[in-house]
T-cell receptor, first 113, second 113 residues
Framework: KAGVTQTPRYLIKTRGQQVTLSCSPISGHRSVSWYQQTPGQGLQFLFEYFSETQRNKGNFPGRFSGRQFSNSRSEMNVSTLELGDSALYLC????????????FGSGTRLTVV | SQQGEEDPQALSIQEGENATMNCSYKTSINNLQWYRQNSGRGLVHLILIRSNEREKHSGRLRVTLDTSKKSSSLLITASRAADTASYFCATDAGNSGNTPLVFGKGTRLSVIA
C-alpha cells in the first residue's frame, strides 16, 4: 500500500513569500502530524490533525497554520517566510495514538533565500 | 522542547560490532518509540515499547525501558554498514494519550565496513 506522500520534495522561496506544503497520509490513517527539522533544533512538533480537527499545536508563531480535509489529506501553510524557516518539513500519519507508531513521508526541503 | 535526550550524540563502530544508544526523558510516558533516519529522508519507525514493558526485541534490535530511571536503550547487534543513520527516541507523554510525539535530537551512528 502507498506510503505517506509529501509534495513538493524541494522548494525555494524568497523572504516574505508564503508557501503551502501538502501531505497525503496512508489510506485509513486519520491522524496527521507535522514536524519541522533543523540541524540546531532537531525535530520540533508543529501541529496534529485528527478527523479534520486540530488536536495539538506546538510552539510556533501564527504564521504557521494547517488544515486537514475530509479525505485526511493535510496541508500546512507558512506566511511571510523568514530565513529561519528553512528546514525539512516532515509529515507523519498514524491510525491512532498512542498504540501505533508514525509513518513518515520523505519530507519537503524548504529553502528561504 | 525536547523530551528525550539521546546519548551519545555520535557513535562510530566497525561492522559486526554492537551499537548501544541511550535515551533519557523527563515526564511519565505512555510509550517510547525508536526511529531511524537516513540522511535527509523521512523517519522510519523501528520499535515501540509500552510503559508497562521492560524489554522488546525485533530482529537485531533490542530495546529496554526503565521507567524508574526514565531511560531507554536501543541495542543493534551485529551492525552492518546499512545501519548507518541517525536514531531518535520519541515519547508519547501524558495520561490522555492525545499528546504529540516528542523527539530527542538523535544519535548519529556510523558503521564502518
Amino acid at each position: 500500500k502507498a506510503g505517506v506522500t509529501q509534495t513538493p520534495r524541494y522548494l525555494i522561496k524568497t523572504r516574505g513569500q508564503q508557501v503551502t506544503l501538502s501531505c497525503s497520509p496512508i489510506s485509513g490513517h486519520r491522524s496527521v502530524s507535522w514536524y519541522q527539522q533543523t540541524p540546531g533544533q532537531g525535530l520540533q512538533f508543529l501541529f496534529e490533525y485528527f478527523s479534520e480537527t486540530q488536536r495539538n499545536k506546538g510552539n510556533f508563531p501564527g504564521r504557521f497554520s494547517g488544515r486537514q480535509f475530509s479525505n485526511s489529506r493535510s496541508e500546512m501553510n507558512v506566511s511571510t517566510l523568514e530565513l529561519g524557516d528553512s528546514a525539512l518539513y516532515l509529515c507523519a500519519s498514524s491510525l491512532e495514538r498512542p498504540s501505533y507508531g508514525y509513518t513518515f513521508g520523505s519530507g519537503t526541503r524548504l529553502t528561504v533565500v | 522542547s525536547q523530551q528525550g535526550e539521546e546519548d551519545p550524540q555520535a557513535l562510530s563502530i566497525q561492522e559486526g560490532e554492537n551499537a548501544t544508544m541511550n535515551c533519557s526523558y523527563k515526564t511519565s510516558i505512555n510509550n517510547l518509540q525508536w526511529y531511524r533516519q537516513n540522511s535527509g529522508r523521512g523517519l522510519v519507525h523501528l520499535i515501540l515499547i509500552r510503559s508497562n514493558e521492560r524489554e522488546k526485541h525485533s530482529g537485531r534490535l533490542r530495546v529496554t525501558l526503565d521507567t524508574s530511571k526514565k531511560s531507554s536503550s536501543l541495542l543493534i547487534t551485529a551492525s552492518r554498514a546499512a545501519d548507518t543513520a541517525s536514531y531518535f527516541c520519541a515519547t508519547d507523554a501524558g495520561n490522555s494519550g492525545n499528546t504529540p510525539l516528542v523527539f530527542g535530537k538523535g544519535t548519529r551512528l556510523s558503521v564502518i565496513a
